[in-house]
């Protein structure tokens, strides 16, 4: 069979060459890597062609604003994937996708108006029979997998709960600027008009701004201790639900940045959106970045810990699932690898719109990852103190 043939949007960003590397290296696909600076498409197309054989990767010019010139670009590729900050482009650059004939992969987090332009597009999907793959990566894209698989190891899953650790050394990192602005966007949207991301008594609800129950402690393990989270939505948890029909509780939080961005920049995001609730604040955006880049402090991980309880044989049942990398652009790009290996060898490849956490077979993406270096550690039994919330 013909080796695949995928053009990777921000191909030689920070996740998008983290993919292409991985991808390179368990697979023949061949790759394309695209983005608005053609010099550093090229060169990253030959730092990877020097260091895998074949000569299988090629860099272009391509901005996923140019709409005209997406169609061109994508005609010939099994898939376009947006490893790109264009989260905003997302419904141009699915269109365009599907218009050329192939395949789609995204790794952005679902704003409602992304989500809203992917659905709009999913009737022409299902009708050409394409393979369209939404919210890949680490989060969003894992919760719900590990979730999924967690729940094969009991009778009765009751109760999920995902906390997230991200501490990264910001002032080393190299970002394009439409990330840092995307990034800021995303945080002040969710700030601004936060979506119901827990569930409990039935419920998908907000949290309460002084319900210490809505604002849980992780317990990180060794180096990061215990951690209050706060919830935030993921689409890929919204189903949950309906796929474990005896959950009583399930959702995913995240635990803060720093003590200047935790503490001033987002109490001054949330004055802000209170007062102007229309308002754009970009110096805020600014003033967080900064914040992130002048106050991270090492220790340094990226860790998803997932908190499991139901019934097993009819006793109650406690798992703990931890996936954690320090490299948070390896732990982003290994999960949507370990799912293009399952779209490559046709086990996933179904025509419809799917959310990469729903897509993929939750073992086997779990034992890819571990190939590809990620930790991944199960744990059984309740801790002997129990989460403080
Ligand atoms: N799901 C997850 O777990 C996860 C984790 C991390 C990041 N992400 C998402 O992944 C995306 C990339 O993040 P990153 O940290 O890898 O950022 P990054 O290192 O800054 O890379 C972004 C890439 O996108 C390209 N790009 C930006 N605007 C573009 C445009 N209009 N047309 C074509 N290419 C464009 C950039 O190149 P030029 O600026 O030169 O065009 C760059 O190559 C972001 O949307 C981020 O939110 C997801």
Redesign the pocket.
Known sequence: MQPKTFLV????????LALARLLLRFSDCRLVL????LQ?AEAAAAGLNAEFSGMRVKGIR????DTAALKPAFAGMDMAVA?????R?AGAVAAAALEAGSDYLD???SSEEKLAALNALRPQILNAGRCFIT???????LPAVMIRHAAQQFDRLTSANIGSLLKVNWADL??????LR??AD?ITREIANPRPAIYRDKMWRKAGMFSAKDYPAFDFGTAFGKRRCAPMFLEEMRYLPEMFPALQETAFYVSGFNWFVDGVVFPLLMAGVKIHPQGKFAALGNLLIWGLRRFSKPPYNNILKLEARGEKAGKPAYRELRISHED??L??AAPVAACLLQYLDGTIRQPGLWLMAHLVEPGRLLEDLVRMGISVEWKKGEPAEKRVG
């Open positions: 949007l921000g191909g030689y960003g920070n996740s998008g695209a983005g608005r600076n550093r391509l901005d996923a604003t490893a790109s900050s264009t989260a482009c790794i952005q987090l919210d890949g990566g680490f989060h969003p894209g190299h970002f394009s600027e439409a990330t995307e990034f995303e948070g652009y732990l982003t």
